[in-house]
C-alpha cells in the first residue's frame, strides 16, 4: 500500500526565507506525486506535480519540488517566502498498486510565515 | 469551464440522522473522488467513482455510500451519523488517469451533535 510521510507538522519561517517541507513516500509502484496547499476553510488547490517527466518540477507562485527515488522523497521548496503563502501543504501520492486512483495524503504541514 | 461545487456548504446534524451531501465536477470530468478530512489531519480517501461505477473505495463502513448520475454529478451518502463523522467532506473530480490533476470543491463541513 502507498503512504506518505510529512516531517514536521507546523513550519515556521520569516519572510524571505527559504521555504523547505518535506515529504517521504512509499509506493510498490512508480508513483505519482502532488503537492496541495489549502488555505482556511477551503478545498486544495494544485501547487506542482510529478509524473515520471523531469525530477525537478516547478509549479505555481515559484514552488519547486525535487524527485529523488534513491531517497523516496518529494521535498517542496520555495526560495523566498511570502506572507501569503501562510497555510496547510499536504503531500499525496497516486499509483495503480490498489488498483484504484485516487490519492493518498499526508498528515500535513503548517506552514507560518513571520513578519 | 465551471470548477467544482459541493452543497452545502456547512451542515449540523444529529447522532443516528442521515446526510446526503452532493458534489458537481468539473465540466468535462468523467470521475469524482469522496475524502474526509478530520480537523487537523489529511484527507483520507472514501471511494471513487468512474463514469456511474465505483472504481475503489478505502477504509470506511458500508453506511458511507455514493452515487454518480449520468451527467457526472455525484452524491455521498451517510446513514446512522456518528459524531466522529464530523468533518470537512472533499469532492474531486479529474479525468480518471492517474497524471492528471484532481480539482477540489471547497468541501462540507459537516457537524454532528
Known amino acids: 500500500a502507498q503512504s506518505v510521510t510529512q516531517l514536521g507538522s507546523h513550519v515556521s519561517v520569516s519572510e524571505g526565507a527559504l521555504v523547505l517541507l518535506r515529504c517521504n513516500y512509499s509506493?510498490?509502484?512508480?508513483?505519482?506525486l502532488f503537492w496541495y496547499v489549502q488555505y482556511p476553510n477551503q478545498g486544495l488547490q494544485l501547487l506542482l506535480k510529478?509524473?515520471?517527466?523531469?525530477?525537478l518540477v516547478k509549479g505555481i507562485n515559484d514552488f519547486e519540488a525535487e524527485f529523488k527515488k534513491s531517497e523516496t522523497s518529494f521535498h517542496l521548496t520555495k526560495p523566498s517566502a511570502h506572507m501569503s503563502d501562510a497555510a496547510e501543504y499536504f503531500c499525496a501520492v497516486t499509483g495503480e498498486d490498489t488498483g484504484r486512483r485516487a490519492l493518498t495524503f499526508g498528515s500535513g504541514t503548517r506552514l507560518q510565515v513571520q513578519p | 469551464e465551471t470548477g467544482v461545487t459541493q452543497s452545502p456548504t456547512h451542515l449540523i446534524k444529529t447522532r443516528g440522522q442521515q446526510v446526503t451531501l452532493r458534489c458537481s465536477s468539473q465540466s468535462g470530468h468523467n470521475t469524482v473522488s469522496w475524502y474526509q478530512q478530520a480537523l487537523g489531519q489529511g484527507p483520507q480517501f472514501i471511494f471513487q467513482y468512474y463514469r456511474e461505477e465505483e472504481n475503489g473505495r478505502g477504509n470506511f463502513p458500508p453506511r458511507f455510500s455514493g452515487l454518480q448520475f449520468p451527467n457526472y454529478s455525484s452524491e455521498l451518502n451517510v446513514n446512522a451519523l456518528e459524531l466522529d463523522d464530523s468533518a470537512l467532506y472533499l469532492c474531486a473530480s479529474s479525468l480518471g488517469d492517474m497524471n492528471t490533476e484532481a480539482f477540489f470543491g471547497q468541501g462540507t463541513r459537516l457537524t454532528v451533535v
Open positions: 510529478y509524473t515520471s517527466a523531469a525530477t
Open positions: 509506493s510498490s509502484v512508480p508513483p505519482y
